[in-house]
């Protein structure tokens, strides 16, 4: 089980406007931030508890990671996916059901600011 999440970014501010934007439609939000040594560190999250983390990379070599936000339902997905079109994200797969996961896995893949592949997904 997963208690949280962090994701080191090239720069922490441009990732939080990018994050809260495209996954609004799900109810991300800051929870908290503070400064530390090495710059910015914020958490995001809903009902006040910060499961995902932005801090500054701390090299200039970065790997992709994958990050699944859990969406309410298909609804909840297909607004994501609007949000990240509006927003002129770059969209790696539409919303569609994924049966090759299990039946009911409805999902969008996105790629953030730093090559992340980020989705919203859904299991019913």
């Not at 990671?65 to 969406?71: D, G, I, Q, T």
């Amino acid at each position: 089980m997963l208690g949280h999440l962090g994701v080191q970014v090239a720069d922490v501010e441009a990732s939080l406007a990018f994050y809260l934007r495209v996954f609004d439609p799900i109810g991300m939000a800051e929870v908290m931030r503070h400064e530390t040594p090495g710059g910015l560190v914020v958490g995001l999250g809903r009902g006040g508890n910060p499961s995902f983390w932005l801090s500054p990379a701390q090299s200039g070599e970065t790997r992709e990671v994958h990050v699944a936000f859990l969406a309410p339902d298909r609804a909840g997905v297909d607004a994501v996916h609007a949000a990240a079109v509006d927003a002129g994200v770059e969209v790696l797969h539409a919303p569609r059901e994924w049966p090759e996961y299990h039946l009911g896995y409805y999902g969008v893949f996105l790629r953030d600011l730093d090559g992340h592949n980020v989705e919203a997904v859904c299991h019913h």
